[in-house]
C-alpha cells in the first residue's frame, strides 16, 4: 500500500512540478490569438473553457485505454507501478503537452503536418499513413467491443449493436464539436474519474494488501519487461494515438496557458487512472496467478466487471458497463473525427474542406474501412494497434525534439523519452508474435544496433545546430 500511496503522490508532484519547467521551456504567450478565434468555423475551431476541454481531452486520451491496458499490465507485478509514474511524467505527459502545443501554435495542425515541419516530407508521408491506420483500427476496435456488450445485454444482436454505435460515429465525427463531444463527454469524463476514485476508496480501506515493491516481487511473472511493458501499458504511462486527439481541442483553446492543465494535466489524470486499475488488478485476485486466470477467463471486461460489482456492488455494476461502452465509444468516434481531420489536411490543396459535403464525404472515406475491420476478432485488432501506437508516440517526441533543436531549448527533455521509445519500438517488433517472432536475445541486440543508430543522428543534428548557431553569432559580429 505504501508503494501505491507513494505512486500516487508522485504523479501529482510531477504534475506541480515537472510541468511547469516543462512550460518554462516552451515558453507560451497568451498575448498570441490563438486557432479557436482566428480560424473559428463553426466545426472544429471554436473557443471553448479549459476545464471542459481538459475532461475532453482526458475522455479522448483515455476511454478503455487506462482501465484495460493496466489491468493486462498488472500481470508484470509491482514494476508496473514505476513504468506508469516514470513514463507518464517525463515521456506521456511531455508527448501530450508538445503535441498540443505545437499543434496550437501552428494553427490547429495535425500530426502529420507537424512531422512534415520538423522531421521532413518523407517521414510525414509515411507518418500520415502509419497515423490514419491507426485511428482506423482504434475506431474499429472500439466500435466491436462494445457492439458485443450491447449483444449480450440487450435483445440486439451484434450487427445492431454494431449499426447503432457506428451511426453515433458518424454524428460525433461530422457535426460541430460543440454539439455532442462538448455537451456530454465533460459528464462522462467525471464519470471516468468518479469510477477510478470509487475502486481506489475501496482498495485502500480492502482487506487485501496492495503490493508494495520488493527485491522478490518486482517481476513474479516470465515475459521480459523490456519491451513488452511499455506497450502492454501506453495509455496511462505513454501513448502516440493523444497526439493524434490534441489537435482536436487545441483548436478549442482560448490562451496558451491553458495547455498545462489540459494537455499536461490530463495525462497526469490518465496515469492515476491507470495506477488505481493497476493496482486493483494485482490486489483483488490475490496476486498475478490469479489475475492471469481471470483475465483468461473473462478477458478485461470481465475482470473490470468482477472487480467493480464485487467491490462497489450494483453501482459498480452500472459503471462497469457504462465503462465498457460508453468509454470506447467515446474514443472511438474521436478516433474517427480525427482521421477525417488527417485526410482533410491531405486533400486540401484539390477541395474545400470547409463545405459540409466535403466532410460528410471524407467522415464516409475513413469510416467503410472502419465499419469492415470491426467484424474481425477484437484481439486480434489491438495486438497491431500497440506496436503502432508507440511508433506513432516516439515519432512525436522525435518531431518536438527537433522543435526544440531549432529554436535552441533544452531537447533533452523530449529527446532522452525518444531515445527510450526508440529502444522499444525497435526492439518490440522483432521479438514480439504480431512482429517477427525472432529470438529474445537476438531481438535485444537488433533493437539495440537500431537505437544506436538513432542515437548517432541525434548527435549529428545536435552538432549542426551548434555549428550553425556557432556561424549566425560570428556573421552578428561587426567586422
Not at 158 to 186: E, H
Not at 202 to 207: I, P, S, T, V, Y
Amino acid at each position: 500500500m505504501v508503494t501505491f500511496i507513494a505512486a500516487l503522490l508522485l504523479l501529482f508532484v510531477g504534475y506541480a512540478v515537472y510541468s511547469k519547467v516543462v512550460e518554462r521551456v516552451f515558453v507560451i504567450d497568451d498575448e498570441q490569438p490563438t486557432p479557436a478565434y482566428t480560424q473559428q468555423d463553426g466545426l472544429d475551431y471554436m473557443p471553448m473553457s479549459w476545464w471542459k476541454g481538459s475532461l475532453i481531452q482526458l475522455l479522448n486520451i483515455a476511454g478503455l485505454g487506462p482501465i484495460f491496458g493496466a489491468v493486462a499490465g498488472a500481470l508484470y507485478g509491482p514494476v508496473a507501478f514505476i513504468w506508469i509514474v516514470v513514463g507518464c511524467i517525463f515521456a506521456g505527459a511531455v508527448h501530450d503537452y508538445f503535441s498540443g502545443m505545437l499543434s496550437l501554435r501552428h494553427g490547429g495542425a495535425q500530426f502529420p503536418t507537424l512531422v512534415g515541419r520538423y522531421l521532413g516530407k518523407t517521414v510525414k508521408t509515411m507518418i500520415n499513413a502509419i497515423s490514419i491506420v491507426l485511428m482506423i483500427l482504434v475506431a474499429a476496435a472500439f466500435t466491436a467491443g462494445p457492439a458485443q456488450l450491447i449483444a449480450q445485454i440487450t435483445p440486439l444482436n451484434f450487427t445492431a449493436g454494431l449499426v447503432l454505435v457506428f451511426i453515433y460515429f458518424l454524428l460525433a465525427a461530422v457535426l460541430p464539436v460543440n454539439k455532442i463531444i462538448g455537451k456530454i463527454y465533460p459528464i462522462f469524463g467525471a464519470i471516468l474519474i468518479f469510477m477510478a476514485l470509487a475502486i481506489a476508496v475501496a482498495l485502500l480501506f480492502g482487506d487485501q494488501p496492495i503490493p508494495n515493491i520488493t527485491l522478490d516481487n518486482l517481476h513474479p511473472g516470465e515475459l521480459p519487461v523490456w519491451p513488452l511493458l511499455m506497450v502492454t501499458i501506453s495509455c496511462g504511462a505513454i501513448s502516440g494515438f493523444h497526439s493524434t486527439q490534441s489537435p482536436i481541442i487545441a483548436r478549442t483553446m482560448k490562451k496558451e496557458s491553458e495547455g498545462r492543465k489540459v494537455f499536461y494535466g490530463a495525462m497526469i489524470g490518465e496515469g492515476v487512472i491507470a495506477l488505481i486499475w493497476a493496482a486493483a488488478g494485482m490486489t483483488f485476485f490475490g496476486g498475478t496467478d490469479g489475475l492471469q486466470a481471470a483475465l483468461a477467463a473473462g478477458g478485461p471486461a470481465g475482470v473490470v466487471n468482477e472487480i467493480s460489482t464485487s467491490l462497489l456492488g450494483t453501482l459498480g455494476g452500472i459503471l462497469a458497463v457504462l465503462g465498457v461502452i460508453i468509454l470506447p465509444i467515446t474514443t472511438g468516434d474521436t478516433a474517427l473525427r480525427s482521421s477525417r481531420m488527417m485526410v482533410t489536411e491531405l486533400v486540401v490543396k484539390w477541395i474545400n474542406p470547409d463545405k459540409k459535403s466535403v466532410v460528410f464525404l471524407l467522415t464516409i472515406a475513413v469510416s467503410v474501412p472502419t465499419l469492415l475491420l470491426a467484424t474481425i476478432d477484437y484481439s486480434f485488432l489491438w495486438r497491431y494497434v500497440g506496436w503502432t501506437n508507440q511508433v506513432v508516440a516516439t515519432v512525436m517526441l522525435w518531431t518536438a525534439t527537433s522543435y526544440l533543436l531549432k529554436e535552441g531549448k533544452a531537447h533533452w527533455m523530449t529527446g532522452l523519452p525518444a531515445l527510450f521509445m526508440t529502444g522499444v519500438v525497435c526492439t518490440y517488433i522483432f521479438y514480439a508474435p504480431e512482429g517477427f517472432a525472432m529470438d529474445y536475445s537476438i531481438s535485444l541486440i537488433i533493437g539495440s544496433v537500431l537505437t544506436v543508430g538513432i542515437f548517432s543522428l541525434y548527435v549529428w543534428q545536435i552538432i549542426q545546430h551548434k555549428q550553425v548557431k556557432t556561424a549566425e553569432r560570428k556573421a552578428e559580429v561587426p567586422a
